[in-house]
């Protein structure tokens, strides 16, 4: 049987599953699912129309599920989803999608989302990131895998930051984030490769020097973007398979990339 402390409220169409546990003072909505294991600790608020997974814990006065900070929302049925292991600090606030996308705001799993961090409607979140204290996603951003967004930094809606890249403290980033990439400043300038997460995560020499190669193609060597996807592809790709995420970054930006 699940473990709801008898000051929290809940709603009779929740789901919970009968391992969760729900601290004091907690408040579960309307068709709100959560998984085994997952930790409501105290003072935590699901809204509604949020599916949540297993082994997640949620802190004090986070706000989860609750309706779109957007104008054109008109009350439709949109949801939330977060996946599994993920630690949701004290203040969070996660929205929920708008009918103008896909009516969908998702999170996926390992994430870290530190003291205040706001996610807005429609925003995707991938899997092992980090958000830092007080940072801002704005509405239809796309964070990618193994991401480190610095505390104050704010992201521009419609954003996305591709995988492994990393994003100083207090930085505003009006364009996309490429893979790999190290960007910090106000606006966001591109500063290197995030050469650093590399090596803690025991990627071999090789694939860095190839990968520094393609970065001083990309942003030192004055080519269009057109030019450098064609050294990217044909000379630098067939040497380093994760060369595909940058050329995925470059092909797949709709507001070009922060340089």
């Known amino acids: 049987m699940s473990q709801i402390h008898p000051t929290a409220l809940i709603s009779p169409s929740a789901t919970i599953d009968e391992s969760a546990t729900i601290g004091p003072y907690c408040i579960v909505g309307d068709e709100v699912t959560i998984g085994a294991h997952t930790v409501l600790h105290r003072h935590v608020v699901i809204t509604r129309l949020s599916r949540i997974g297993a082994h997640n814990q949620f802190y004090q006065f986070a706000s989860i599920g609750e309706d779109p900070q957007d104008l054109k929302y008109a009350g439709e049925r949109t949801w939330l989803e977060i996946g599994d292991h993920n630690t949701i600090r004290e203040a969070c606030s996660l929205h929920r999608g708008t009918v103008q996308d896909k009516a969908l705001t998702k999170i996926g799993h390992h994430n870290l989302l530190m003291v205040n961090t706001h996610i807005a409607h429609d925003c995707i979140v991938g899997d092992h990131n980090v958000l830092a204290n007080n940072v801002g996603i704005a509405g239809h951003v796309t964070i990618g895998n ?104 470059l092909e797949h930006s709709k507001r070009g990339v922060v340089r």
């Open 146 to 249: 193994h991401t480190i967004i610095g505390g104050n930094s704010g992201i521009h809606q419609f954003c996305r930051v591709d995988d492994y890249s990393l994003v100083g403290g207090a930085s505003l980033i009006l364009k996309d984030v490429a893979a790999f990439t190290m960007v910090s400043g106000n606006p966001a300038g591109a500063h290197g490769l995030n050469v650093e997460g590399m090596r803690r995560k025991d990627w071999p020499q090789h694939t860095i020097d190839v990968l520094r190669q393609a970065y001083r193609v990309i942003y030192r060597s004055g080519l269009t973007t057109v030019q450098a996807l064609k050294i990217l592809q044909d000379d630098l790709l067939p040497k380093e398979p994760k060369i595909q995420m940058l050329i995925d970054s």
